[in-house]
């Protein structure tokens, strides 16, 4: 790892940063759980083939936010480059806010893969670079340490260098599945799409069924046990409270009273029942939307194809 703390060495760096396609990148920040936290390091990879962290640039801007503001304006906010974080929202908070372009999150492109072609507990780093990546006994214990002290411990830095490692491991392995699992609706197989269906059709609702009938029978115990919470869930109760008037009072009040009431009302089938005759009688305005719904028949009217 390159651990830059002279102001010179750590525009340099930027400097032959700035020519990569690509970046990986990551923060740590002192002073987190504060009203005031600061930005500590910044750790950039360009090189996704280092597992070691050995090629990482740890940039120590603790007390330098002139030196942060040079890394947003060549880096950040240079369209040119691809920035790769893990949780991107909360490191571009630090790092230019809106200003910031062309930035690429793992965790949402993580978050929109169904969970068949991911099935992990969780999207954390950890849980990513633990599937993706060989790398032994991945701790993050020191991502609560004091990054506000100086000198930084070995171990902290050694924690610092391996995210942006992670990240570009992670971020790889996913577009590798998406390419894999990217379909065209307009060439897409509809009879294979079909068949597939139909395996896992059983299945799902079996499996369905005996969801809600635990999640039912939990809740009843629970409830018979007088337990609250468990390991693993929570009984919660809530109450709704819903406001109602008869429409004809409130159609007296907005009279006797002048108000600026006006607002279209959704005629249900059922007050347009009640409405009768009167229905032709009232300025009604139509608005009309399609939807397509999938419905699937017994497997029994199936034509032989599917």
Known sequence: ????????????AIALLSSAQILWVDTEVADYKTRQPRL?????????????????????????PEIANIFIEKIMVNEGIEKVFHNAKYDVNFL?????????????????????????????????????????????????????????????????????????????????????NKSEPASEDVSKLTQRYREIEN????????????QERIKKAMLAQDIVETRACKLSSYERTSKKIAFAKLA???????????????????????LGDVMTELPVEEEKTASWRLTFKPLSDASPEE
């Open 1 to 12: 790892m390159f651990y830059l703390r002279e102001r010179k060495d750590i525009e340099e």
């Open 40 to 64: 500590s390091l910044i750790q950039v990879s360009d090189d996704a083939e280092d597992l070691t962290g050995d090629k990482v640039y740890i940039l120590d801007v603790i007390d330098s």
């Open 96 to 180: 230019g806010k809106k200003a910031a372009k062309n930035i690429t999150c793992t965790w949402e492109i993580a978050k929109k893969l169904p969970y068949y072609l991911l099935p992990l507990p969780n999207l954390t780093l950890k849980t990513l670079a633990t599937k993706f990546g060989n790398f032994p006994d991945i701790s993050k214990e020191e991502q609560g340490s004091d990054w506000g002290q100086r000198p930084l411990r070995d171990k902290q830095l050694e924690y610092a260098k391996m995210d942006p490692v992670y990240v570009a491991k992670i971020h790889g392995c996913l577009l590798e599945i998406v390419g894999k």
């Open 203 to 214: 299945e799902w609702k079996l499996l369905d069924s005996e969801k809600k009938e635990l």
């Open 252 to 274: 007296s009040l907005v009279t006797s009273m002048g108000l600026d009431f006006d607002f279209p009302v959704t005629l249900t089938q059922k007050l347009q029942k009640e």
